[in-house]
């Protein structure tokens, strides 16, 4: 009877420990009995790290773990169990494989959220109420990205090299180097040429420089009030006499049109030649 007893104790013993030993690992790792688990999944073209168990975290905060990894030759599908229920993301949302320390360390999936602030009600993602509208539920699929590592790097560098080789990109910009050479040199040669022009069009700066302040001078001596006085009494002069110009002007015009006095004119000078043909015959040099 004794030993029944001990036996059953023993028994109990060690199945109290199991269960404490299964809790705290549960604890561990953010699982909790009873609590509404859902899942999504996850589509990576690389999913180097990434194992079964592998923890998921939103900024930092361990939210679930990977239920298990699909591999097929276009991708790797993973399915995240999410085992916090009251968890919202709003959409857009993406998986991205990180370490768990900037110096390297066990490979995990970070959820990263870029949509705006839902709303109080918004329904939670495990319920049938939602419908993936701007906010990421149950069975949805999402993307992945891959870690970066040495290995993807050198990859991405060699398909960088690869294209560059396919469109010639090298021996372009060799050629827009050599382009860029003779454009420098001829820029050179340009700048030299606008120095000549320069020293050349310094004498004819100078001069009009000069004309500058003559015109400047002449300006000043005009706007004086006593050259302003002189100009305009000699602009009354020059007024005044070519009226009397005119005043003359017309006089002889009104002599020539008098017919008689123009006759008169006529018989005087006439008579006077007559007169000197008389005192003067021809032949003779005329008085002595």
Same mark, same amino acid.
């Given at each position: 009877?004794?030993?029944?007893?001990?036996?059953?104790?023993?028994?109990?013993?060690?199945?109290?420990?199991?269960?404490?030993?299964?809790?705290?690992?549960?604890?561990?790792?953010?699982?909790?009995?009873?609590?509404?688990?859902?899942?999504?999944?996850?589509?990576?073209?690389?999913?180097?790290?990434?194992?079964?168990?592998?923890?998921?975290?939103?900024?930092?905060i361990?939210? $679930?773990?990977?239920?298990?990894?699909?591999?097929?030759?276009?991708?790797? *599908?993973?399915?995240?169990?999410?085992n916090? $229920?009251?968890?919202?993301?709003?959409?857009?949302?993406?998986?991205?494989?990180?370490?768990?320390?900037?110096?390297?360390?066990?490979? @995990?999936v970070?959820l990263v959220?870029?949509?705006?602030?839902?709303?109080?009600?918004?329904?939670?993602p495990?319920?049938?109420?939602?419908?993936?509208?701007?906010?990421l539920?149950?069975?949805?699929?999402i993307?992945?990205?891959?870690?970066?590592?040495?290995?993807?790097?050198?990859?991405?560098?060699?398909k960088?090299? @690869? *294209?560059?080789?396919?469109?010639?990109?090298?021996?372009?910009?060799?050629?827009?180097?050599? @382009?860029?050479?003779?454009?420098?040199?001829?820029?050179?040669?340009?700048?030299?040429?606008? *120095?000549?022009?320069?020293?050349?069009?310094?004498?004819?700066?100078?001069?009009?420089?000069?004309?500058?302040n003559?015109?400047?001078?002449?300006?000043?001596?005009?706007?004086?009030?006593?050259?302003l006085?002189?100009?305009?009494?000699?602009?009354?002069?020059?007024?005044?006499?070519?009226?009397?110009?005119?005043?003359? $002007?017309?006089?002889?015009?009104?002599i020539?049109?008098?017919?008689?006095?123009?006759?008169?004119?006529?018989?005087?000078?006439?008579?006077?030649?007559?007169?000197?043909?008389?005192?003067?015959?021809?032949g003779?040099?005329?008085?002595?």
């Open positions: 009877m004794r030993r029944s007893v001990r036996d059953a104790l023993v028994g109990l013993t060690i199945l109290g420990g199991i269960v404490g030993f299964a809790g705290t690992t549960l604890w561990l790792r953010g699982l909790k009995i009873g609590a509404n688990t859902w899942k999504v999944s996850a589509n990576f073209a690389d999913a180097t790290g990434l194992a079964e168990r592998s923890p998921v975290t939103y900024r930092g361990l939210v $679930g773990s990977i239920g298990k990894i699909d591999i097929s030759p276009k991708s790797v *599908k993973a399915t995240l169990e999410i916090k $229920g009251d968890l919202q993301l709003p959409k857009p949302v993406f998986a991205k494989v990180v370490t768990s320390s900037i110096l390297g360390g066990d490979a @995990q970070s959220s870029l949509g705006d602030k839902l709303s109080p009600n918004t329904p939670m495990w319920s049938k109420e939602c419908s993936g509208n701007g906010i539920c149950a069975n949805d699929i993307k992945g990205e891959s870690l970066m590592s040495i290995s993807t790097l050198t990859e991405e560098i060699e960088i090299i @690869q *294209k560059a080789d396919q469109q010639n990109i090298v021996s372009n910009l060799v050629d827009s180097t050599k @382009q860029f050479d003779r454009t420098q040199k001829n820029l050179d040669e340009l700048i030299l040429q606008t *120095k000549e022009e320069i020293s050349r069009a310094e004498p004819i700066i100078t001069n009009l420089n000069q004309a500058t003559h015109i400047n001078s002449i300006l000043a001596a005009i706007d004086n009030p006593k050259t006085s002189d100009i305009q009494k000699t602009a009354s002069s020059t007024r005044s006499l070519t009226e009397k110009i005119d005043d003359l $002007g017309s006089d002889v015009s009104k020539m049109d008098d017919k008689e006095l123009m006759s008169a004119i006529r018989s005087v000078t006439i008579g006077l030649g007559e007169l000197f043909n008389e005192l003067y015959p021809q003779t040099n005329g008085p002595k």
